[in-house]
């Protein structure tokens, strides 16, 4: 993803996930916005997005982070909402046995004893796949890879749903679910 891209994307991010307000476009309780508006409200503030430039972030994000609606004339961003006005609806769906989670060292202790909430976001977000789990923890610092024992959660019915980019999603992870992956299962 070139430049341009990447600071599209973040720029998107932020606006479809936790500021609306500071361009002035309203989400709706699903997270959709109109694409029209977003793209001139965005110019309007010194953003120059066209929808080449839309599409070709949404196309190239590796981690599909945002949706175009089926009629090609709304956006929303995939998950990750800090909004209250922005309840996605996602499919409650069987996960995987095991699914993971990526964070840092720093903040295992914590974990352990209290569990994965999910702080300002809607839901606590996990992965099938831990190679990804270990980049995101390493966005925070030194990661360590955390194993969720879904299956268990969910025969003591917690639930998860899955997100539009196959995000793992549940409301919070007690600790007894948790375990870390061993040094070798890191890499």
């Keep these: 993803m070139s430049a341009s891209h990447t600071d599209t994307s973040k720029f998107l991010s932020y606006v479809l996930r936790h500021a609306p307000q500071e361009i002035g476009i309203v989400l709706d309780s699903e997270g959709w916005t109109d694409i029209d508006t977003l793209l001139a409200r965005a110019a309007a503030h010194g953003r120059a997005i066209d929808r080449a430039l839309l599409d070709a972030v949404v196309r190239s994000s590796d981690k599909k982070r945002f949706s175009i609606s089926d009629d090609g ?8 909402h800090t909004s209250a006005a922005v309840a996605l609806a996602h499919p409650v769906r069987t996960a ?21 909430k999910p702080g300002e976001r809607h ?3 996990l992965s099938a796949d831990p190679a990804t789990a270990i980049a995101v923890g390493r966005r925070y610092g030194t990661p360590v890879l955390l194993q969720v024992d879904a299956q268990a959660m969910q025969a003591r019915g917690h639930a998860f749903q899955q997100a539009d980019n196959g995000v793992w999603l549940a409301a919070a992870v007690p600790p007894g679910f948790l375990s870390v992956c061993a040094r070798d299962e890191q890499a």
């Design 73 to 80: 004339r709304r956006i929303r961003a995939a998950q990750g």
């Design 96 to 116: 995987p046995a095991t699914l993971y989670h990526g964070t840092a060292t720093r903040f295992l202790d914590a974990i352990l004893r209290e569990g994965l």
């Design 123 to 125: 839901h606590v977000h």
